[in-house]
């Protein structure tokens, strides 16, 4: 026990000391939050409706996630001395939101009754990979929807109460397809995982779909469709690994430009639009592929281990999206992250062959690569291909573990 409360001390202190630097080490030349985010608060507070009077292009749970900083900015300015403008007050709800995950995944691995090394590891692991992702913990709103689809994913785990936990799994599971839609196939799988006790399921998951999503469906109806046509106009993004293979192929072809669309930078040329024709047939069929992988391993698994296996099916669709998405921008990195930080693993050494490769592809997304060439291509390339396969190499190395781990066998 006083082991365990000098180590508890020790993270604790550790994750202050990350939160201060990431706090002070924002971007400094591009921030989303003054270039996206504020500019929309702006035109809602002058009258424009989003959606009906403007093409908004994020779902609706950003609205009260980018308008309250604004409020709290006008709320505070007639008091100098606790002012806190825009950019400060989203900060400092993000910094909310990742206080509450930290103490989210202290509990869950608790609950686990995980060893403490793997304990340790998971804490020491999210205090690293977040603060390696300094420049847009904070300043993008990736950390809100990976903390609804990460509570969505191990609320069982995280509360004891059968009722609190299908509530809290459906609220963050419908909370997170308000933030960002991506998630929504993982439905069927949490179905599924809940299906002994569907009543409670039915119930509960009607009260959260209607917290969440009542008043937008009823105020906006068909006008919150306009996000999916952002969505549709949007190209083969340079981070994807799509744009790794036209990339690739672009260094004997000469064929294809990186163009800025929506403060977004894309691939353009006669090679993606052919990428982008096998990605529309690709995506669909592998998240089809896999949510039929994933009802095989849970009609044939212990439910015992139908806790566990919520977390694990969500990371592995996670790092699925990755590689086959057309969209992927870099704080899209912190979505796996929450994940893998209370992910049941066994063993110490198992937990290493997870996280190390994790942060592994955090370092190659953010350090800037000098330019130097490995035989015909670039060392951009090299890198992308780096950061690719790795992520292939998580996402294989997630399916054996549920193979093996599920009771499926």
């Known amino acids: 026990m006083k082991k365990l409360s000098i180590l508890s001390i020790l993270l604790i202190a550790l994750y202050i000391i990350s939160r201060i630097y990431i706090w002070r080490s924002g971007p400094v030349s591009f921030t989303e939050i003054i270039f996206s985010y504020m500019p929309y608060a702006h035109l809602w507070a002058s009258g424009q409706r989003p959606y009906l ?10 609205i009260p996630l980018f308008y309250i900083p604004h409020v709290i900015d006008r709320g505070t300015l007639k008091y100098p001395a606790i002012h806190l403008d825009y950019l400060q007050s989203y900060r400092g709800i993000l910094l909310l939101v990742d206080i509450g995950v930290f103490v989210m995944i202290w509990k869950v691995l608790r609950k686990q009754k995980a060893k403490v090394s793997i304990f340790a590891g ?18 993008s709103m990736d950390l809100t929807f990976a903390a609804a689809m990460t509570l969505g994913a191990a609320s069982p785990l995280l509360f004891s109460s059968k009722k609190v936990s299908t509530f809290f799994s459906w609220l963050g599971y419908f909370l997170a397809i308000a933030l960002k839609y991506i998630n929504a196939p ?3 799988i949490y179905v599924l995982l809940q299906r002994k006790s569907f009543k409670k399921t039915v119930i509960f998951g009607t009260i959260a779909f209607l917290l969440v999503w009542l008043l937008p469906l009823a105020y906006f109806r068909s006008s919150l469709s306009v996000s999916f046509v952002y969505h549709n106009m949007r190209g083969l993004q340079i981070d994807t ?8 192929i672009d260094t004997f072809t000469r064929s294809e430009e990186v163009i800025n669309i929506y403060k ?16 529309n047939i690709i995506f669909p069929v592998s998240i089809l592929a896999f949510l039929l992988y994933s009802t095989f391993l849970i009609l044939k ?10 977390i694990q099916l969500t990371l592995s669709y996670v790092l699925l999206f990755m590689l086959v998405g057309k969209v992927l921008s870099t704080p899209f990195l912190i979505w796996h992250i929450l994940l893998l930080a209370l992910y049941p693993f066994e063993s110490f050494k198992q937990q290493l062959f997870f996280t190390i490769p994790s942060l592994l592809i955090l370092g190659v ?17 090299v890198s992308a291909w780096v950061r690719t396969l790795l992520f292939l190499y998580l996402f294989i190395a997630s399916l054996i573990m549920l193979r093996k781990k599920s009771g499926a066998l």
């Open 241 to 248: 690994a799509g744009a790794t293979v036209v990339r690739t």
């Open 365 to 381: 997304s953010m350090i800037v690569v000098p330019f130097f060439m490995v035989g015909p291509l670039t060392s951009y390339i």
């Open 122 to 139: 998971g804490l020491v692991y999210y205090i690293l990979a977040t603060a390696k992702a300094h420049h847009f913990l904070y300043d």
């Open 53 to 62: 009077d403007q093409w908004y292009e994020y779902p609706p749970a950003t």
């Open 186 to 188: 993982l439905g069927w």
């Open 301 to 310: 698994s212990p439910e015992k281990n139908y806790a566990k296996l919520s």
């Open 264 to 279: 977004n930078f894309e691939m353009k040329g006669p090679v993606t639009r052919q990428v982008l024709k096998v990605l």
